[in-house]
């Protein structure tokens, strides 16, 4: 997997259009996640950053682009060092194995992306 320099910041970009698209089709349904998200995401016993390097590293076993892409930037805007997000990602490698180390490298990749902006 090679990557240009602005390709998570497309990712989201392209995702962000193609997900108001879905909306326009099944706009209950994406209201249904989206209060879901919300409400899983607000502070609670765990933190928002927290919550966001669990999902980095969700996205990373699951294998998903537009998830690191997300994430990535979330944990970005969030102030996540890239000391906590190498962390997480030893934690998905450990659990997902080779396939996870890959995708670890590519949330690193994802994160350094949208620090830098």
Do not use: N
Not at 2 to 26: E, N, T
Not at 68 to 92: C, N, P, S, W, Y
């Amino acid at each position: 997997m090679s990557h240009s320099p602005q390709q998570y910041r497309d990712a989201a970009k392209a995702l962000g259009v193609k997900l108001k698209s879905l909306r326009g089709i099944m706009p209950e349904t994406m209201k249904g996640f989206h209060d879901l998200q919300q409400t899983v995401t607000a502070s609670g016993a765990l933190d928002a950053k927290t919550k966001e390097l669990i999902a980095l590293a969700l996205g990373v076993a699951a294998r998903c682009e537009g998830c690191v892409a997300f994430h990535a930037q979330a944990l970005a805007k969030l102030g996540a060092t890239r000391e906590e997000v190498g962390d997480t990602l030893g934690m998905a490698v450990l659990m997902g194995g080779g396939p996870s180390m890959m995708w670890a490298a590519e949330a690193l990749s994802a994160f350094d992306e949208f620090i830098s902006e």
